[in-house]
């Protein structure tokens, strides 16, 4: 498990990454291992860091294939529209963004 990736979650702050040769800045909210036995990140992807959707949107990574990982110090205000907390894909969760996550003050 990558303590990183769950601190971000926890503190909803902002993740960056190098991911298939491009680098990635994303809202994470969902991390766990799916059923398959992969660790994947489900997180919403901030528009600008895609070539193929510049506005960003829902995408899910392998953890192994995400490379030198930075916690960022900017923070996201909660669930985007669409989080599934219970994706059937996962068979273990290691953290989650809560539904009703609220801006720390």
């Not at 298939?20 to 809202?27: F, M, N």
């Not at 919403?44 to 030198?68: A, F, H, K």
């Not at 205000?77 to 273990?92: C, Q």
């Amino acid at each position: 498990m990558n303590a990183t990736i769950c601190e971000a979650i926890r503190s909803r702050k902002l993740i960056m990454f190098a991911y298939a040769d491009l680098i990635r800045v994303v809202e994470p909210h969902l991390y766990g291992l799916t059923t398959g036995e992969h660790e994947i990140l489900s997180a919403w992807l901030r528009p600008g860091y895609s070539r193929t959707d510049p506005n960003g949107g829902w995408r899910t990574y392998r953890v192994t294939d995400m490379e030198s990982l930075v916690l960022l110090p900017e923070a996201f205000d909660g669930p985007r529209p669409g989080y599934n907390p219970s994706d059937e894909r996962m068979g273990e969760v290691y953290c989650s963004l809560p539904l009703m996550a609220s801006v720390a003050e």
